[in-house]
């Protein structure tokens, strides 16, 4: 059973503060899309990264796909309160499926 | 609507009845999953649909669960004999097309309670 591992669970932390949420696995993936989720809504694509050693950045955000394609991480700089919610990431396989982490649940306090 | 529409948006009933959930994906997307999210955790794969290949029902946990979709429209998630268990969020999403890199449109879930 292939496997996305999130890391850490759940992180709370105060305002102006930065932060890096992760996302793990063994196996390799063609692409990798982070998702925030709020309360009593549909999780929201943030961002998909396919090409290995990739950084993409929306505003505060900034995202990398490791070198091999097997992990990524979420920056977050000068966290605000409206970054509060679920984020999920989310491989596709070798066989073209969809494989979810169990998310990072993350409070920013003010 | 522009986005995934799921109803109803809550359903309590009692344990061993039946519930169907439905969902109105984004016009013109081939590609609609079923997930079920319990609280506070991530998404767990139930069913996918994509266009008129035969759906991939590797996540459903039991025999009396099931889907349907007509043609690119409308699904329906049909639980038997509900369990206590069985309570959670049911999300649904469409994508243009299937994976890699077709992101999904999620609809807001219908939150299921189980007496």
């Known amino acids: 059973t292939q496997l996305l591992e999130q890391s850490p669970q759940f992180l709370s932390i105060q305002e102006g503060e930065n932060l890096t949420v992760y996302c793990n696995s063994s196996s390799v993936f063609s692409s990798l899309q982070w998702y925030r989720q709020e309360p009593g809504e549909g999780p929201v694509l943030l961002v998909t990264v396919v090409t290995g050693g990739e950084v993409k950045k929306l505003k505060r955000l900034t995202f990398q796909f490791g070198d091999a394609r097997k992990d990524s991480s979420l920056h977050i700089t000068a966290a605000q309160t409206g970054d509060t919610g679920l984020y999920l990431c989310?491989?596709?396989?070798?066989?073209?499926?969809?494989?979810w982490g169990a998310g990072t649940k993350l409070i920013i306090k003010p | 609507g522009a986005g995934v529409s799921q109803s109803p948006s809550n359903k309590v009933t009692e344990k061993g009845k039946d519930v169907e959930l439905r969902c109105d994906p984004i016009s013109g997307h081939t590609a609609l999953y079923w997930y079920r999210q319990r609280l506070g955790q991530g998404l767990e794969f139930l069913i996918y649909?994509?266009?008129?290949?035969?759906?991939?029902k590797s996540g459903l946990p039991s025999d009396r669960f099931s889907a349907e979709r007509t043609g690119e429209s409308v699904s329906t998630l049909t639980i038997q004999r509900t369990q206590q268990e069985d309570s959670a969020v049911y999300l649904c999403a469409s994508s243009l097309v299937g994976p890699p890199n077709s992101p999904l449109h999620f609809g807001n879930g219908t939150r299921l309670t189980v007496t």
């Open positions: 649909f994509q266009g008129n290949s035969a759906p991939d």
């Open positions: 989310a491989g596709t396989d070798s066989n073209y499926q969809l494989i």
